[in-house]
């Protein structure tokens, strides 16, 4: 009696198997599949760490909220928590300036208010650039205040 290379079914003397079709002259193969490892990998793991840290930088908190809990890669960890502080940066800054203006314009001396906030837009745009070019050079660099804060987000 012969039985099948593959499944075990009896055969008798076909030369295929008339449970699984398995060639009986070819060598059989197993059964079963292997079993399929599944790796806990992050969601953005195909993305480089460079493009993942400036990408972070794009859309402010919410590109950083995303990357610090999607990410897990300490790179693009620190760069998702400083563009986080760097936005609440922003705001207070902006908050600040937009009391002090409020007060000048009751002094009548609001036209400065024409000059500092174009130009407060110019440096803030011209910082969010070069720390997203830093993070595409794989650079780690820190803000003063704001990169301690970040380092601590990140979990270092």
């Known amino acids: 009696m012969a039985f099948c290379k593959s499944c075990g079914q009896d055969i008798g003397t076909s030369t295929f198997c008339p449970k699984c079709g398995a060639n ?28 993942a840290g400036l990408l972070c930088y794009v859309l ?15 790179f693009v960890r620190f760069h998702a928590a400083q563009s986080i502080g760097l936005s609440i ?21 609001g036209f400065f208010a024409l000059g500092i906030y174009p130009l407060l837009g110019l440096l803030l745009f011209a910082l969010w650039i070069f720390l997203m070019y830093k993070a595409y050079l794989h650079e780690k660099f820190s803000l003063p205040i704001i990169g301690n804060i970040a380092d601590g987000m990140a979990g270092r």
């Open 89 to 109: 940066a922003v705001f207070v800054v902006y908050f600040a300036v937009g009391i002090s203006f409020t007060m000048l314009h009751f002094m009548h001396l």
């Open 60 to 74: 402010g908190w919410l590109t950083g909220l995303i990357f610090l809990l999607v990410d897990k890669r300490p």
């Open 24 to 51: 009986q002259g070819a060598a059989a193969s197993p059964a079963t599949a292997p079993p399929v490892v599944m790796s806990a990998a992050s969601p953005t793991q195909g993305l480089e760490e460079n493009i």
